[in-house]
């Protein structure tokens, strides 16, 4: 597979999807968002793949979207929503390197894990541009962080670290820079090594479902999924390397 402004890689069951513009810190273009969902489709289908990152190249995770392009055409005309990506059966991780800006941090929403590293800094922009809460931003970001602080970051449009980003539950862990890459890779290692692929895909729709239900019809799904895992071979595998203290050897199954 060949692409122009990505790089991907499949190595220890994990799809490393790099945004590759270095230049322009990485800012997306119509070519990136074709061959983002090209590449995300590649690793979902991948029997081999477990695990989905996504990270920048350089300094920089993403800016937004390139402005050179928004002179000439809108934003909406050739940037998809990133909804897809909760619908994907495996996790997908923001590696976030560096500034991760406007659209960049509305990537990062999408994504089920986000990791910053020391150098990463976060922002809107949308306000300082004329623009608004953009693909779902609106509906995404109180959830992770709490309304108050939600319209705090839109409004303002302000630029905050990663220190502060942690704070507000923005991210889920901040790694030094020196080492973020490895930090990253080691705990999504232990994911596509030491957990099942079938209780970790049950578990992502369970979550995103349940967004949009009662406790009550949670609890039900909750109840339905537990007879179904019962049945499955992860289960029996994951009683199975417990007791023979081993490596557990999953299968999805």
Excluded at 64 to 93: H, S, Y
Excluded at 156 to 182: C, H, K, M, W
Excluded at 216 to 243: C, I, N, P, Q, Y
């Amino acid at each position: 597979m060949t692409f122009t402004q990505l790089l991907y890689d499949v190595s220890d069951r994990l799809a490393t999807i790099t945004l590759h513009r270095p230049d322009k810190l990485n800012a997306w273009t119509m070519t990136m968002d074709a061959e983002f969902r090209q590449a995300v489709a590649a690793a979902e289908e991948d029997p081999e793949v477990r695990v989905i990152l996504v990270t920048g190249s350089g300094r920089g995770f993403c800016a937004g979207a390139d402005m050179t392009l928004l002179q000439t055409r809108p934003i909406v005309d050739f940037i998809q929503p990133f909804t897809f990506l909760q619908e994907l059966t495996k996790p997908m991780i923001a590696a976030i390197n560096g500034p991760a800006v406007g659209l960049g941090l509305i990537l990062t929403l999408y994504c089920d894990l986000r990791f910053a590293s020391t150098d990463a800094r976060f922002g809107t922009a949308f306000a300082r541009r004329g623009l608004i809460a953009e693909y779902g931003m609106a509906w995404m970001l109180p959830r992770l962080i709490g309304p108050a602080q939600a319209l705090d970051i839109l409004m303002s449009a302000r630029i905050f670290d990663a220190e502060e980003a942690l704070r507000l539950n923005l991210v889920n862990r901040v790694y030094p820079g020196p080492t973020f890459q490895f930090d990253v890779r080691a705990y999504a290692t232990e994911l596509a090594t030491q957990v099942s692929p079938r209780s970790l895909a049950v578990i992502k729709r369970q979550v995103f479902t349940a967004m949009t239900q009662t406790l009550a019809e949670a609890s039900v799904t909750a109840e339905r999924e537990m007879v179904l895992s019962l049945e499955s071979e992860d289960f029996k595998e994951g009683v199975a390397h417990f007791l023979e203290k081993r490596s557990p050897l999953f299968t999805g199954a």
